[in-house]
C-alpha cells in the first residue's frame, strides 16, 4: 500500500542522495545523508530513478523548490532530458505555477542547466554549506512558450 511505496520512494532517495559523486557536490561536509524526511511534507514530490531524482519541495500554492540530483549514470543530455521531463510533469499535472532553485555560484555544470531549462536569475543566498549561490525561477508561463518551440 502507500507506506510500502512511501518506503520504496525513501530508499531511492536516499541511494541516490548517498552516492558519492551527488554527495559531495550536495552535502559536501557528510559522510552519509538521511532524507526521509523529504515525505515528511505530503505536498513534496519526487520524480525520476536510480540514475537520479528531481525534488520539488513545497513552498506555497503553485510555487516548488527544486534540487536534482545525479548520478554519472545521468549527465549531460540525458540528464537535461530528464529535467525537462520532470519540470513538463510539474507544470501539466501538479499545477506548479513558479518553480525556484538555488545552485552554488562555482557549480558551472548546474548553472548551465538551469539556463537551459529556461531559468533566470533573481537574486543570489547561501546555502546550508556555506557556499554563495545564485537563486533562478522558471514560471509556467515562460516554460510554456520555450518548450512550444
Same mark, same amino acid.
Given at each position: +500500500? /502507500? ?16 552516492? %558519492? ?9 557528510? #559522510?552519509?545523508?538521511? &532524507? !526521509? ?16 531524482? *528531481?525534488?520539488?519541495?513545497? *513552498? $506555497?500554492?503553485?510555487? =516548488? ?5 545525479? @548520478? ?8 537535461? #532530458?530528464? @529535467?525537462?521531463? $520532470?519540470?513538463?510533469? &510539474?507544470?501539466? /499535472? =501538479? ?8 545552485? %552554488?555560484?562555482?557549480? #558551472?555544470?548546474?548553472? /548551465? &542547466?538551469?539556463?537551459?531549462? +529556461?531559468?533566470? %536569475?533573481? +537574486? @543570489? ?20 512558450? !520555450?518548450?512550444? /518551440?
Amino acid at each position: +500500500g /502507500v507506506l510500502m511505496i512511501l518506503a520504496q520512494q525513501i530508499e531511492l532517495l536516499n541511494f541516490v542522495a548517498n552516492s %558519492p559523486e551527488v554527495i559531495s557536490e550536495c552535502a559536501p561536509d557528510y #559522510q552519509a545523508v538521511e &532524507m !526521509s524526511r523529504f515525505f515528511d511534507n505530503p505536498k513534496n514530490i519526487m520524480l525520476g530513478d536510480d540514475r537520479g531524482v *528531481v525534488l520539488f519541495g513545497w *513552498v $506555497a500554492e503553485g510555487v =516548488y523548490e527544486f534540487h536534482y540530483l545525479f @548520478t554519472h549514470a545521468m549527465r549531460g543530455r540525458r540528464a537535461l #532530458q530528464a @529535467t525537462k521531463t $520532470a519540470l513538463r510533469t &510539474m507544470f501539466t /499535472v =501538479y499545477g506548479a505555477e513558479k518553480i525556484i532553485g538555488s545552485t %552554488p555560484r562555482d557549480n #558551472q555544470p548546474a548553472r /548551465v &542547466m538551469n539556463r537551459a531549462l +529556461g531559468g533566470r %536569475p533573481i +537574486g @543570489t543566498s547561501t546555502d546550508a554549506s556555506g557556499r554563495p549561490c545564485i537563486t533562478y525561477v522558471l514560471e509556467r508561463a515562460t516554460w510554456a512558450i !520555450s518548450s512550444a /518551440v
